[in-house]
């Protein structure tokens, strides 16, 4: 069975870090193009970021130059450390995990982790 498990959400003041998990179990990890999403209150989901079999990695215009995202093969897991938040970074991160051949946000998903930015 598939799973994918998002950890380190949590309430940060603009200006703060985090750095959100997933970690995938179920899957051949190394085959999969992993995604981070994320989902405001009464906003569509959107895509934040992506890294490739081959460690690629692509932003959205709003997050570039604060998220970087990265994986760890050996451990299964996916990471987005977030610096400079800001209170329109506020929102539910899920991950996603897709082979490279099907459409980001084809696949797998997580169960999402709370992102507060607020002081």
């Known amino acids: 069975q598939v799973q994918l498990v998002e950890s380190g959400g949590g309430l940060v003041q603009p200006g703060g870090s985090l750095r959100l998990s997933c970690a995938a179990s179920g899957i051949i990890f190394s085959i999969y193009v992993m995604d981070w999403y994320r989902q405001a209150p009464g906003k569509q989901r959107e895509w934040v970021a992506d890294i490739s079999t081959a460690r690629s990695t692509n932003y959205a215009d709003s997050v570039k130059g604060r998220f970087t995202i990265s994986r760890d093969n050996a451990k299964n897991t996916v990471y987005l450390q977030m610096n400079s938040l800001k209170p329109e970074d506020t929102a539910v991160y899920y991950c996603?995990?897709?082979?490279?051949?099907?459409?980001?946000?084809?696949?797998?998903w997580g169960q999402g982790t709370q992102v507060t930015v607020s002081s």
């Open positions: 996603n995990a897709h082979r490279p051949f099907q459409h980001s946000g084809a696949g797998y």
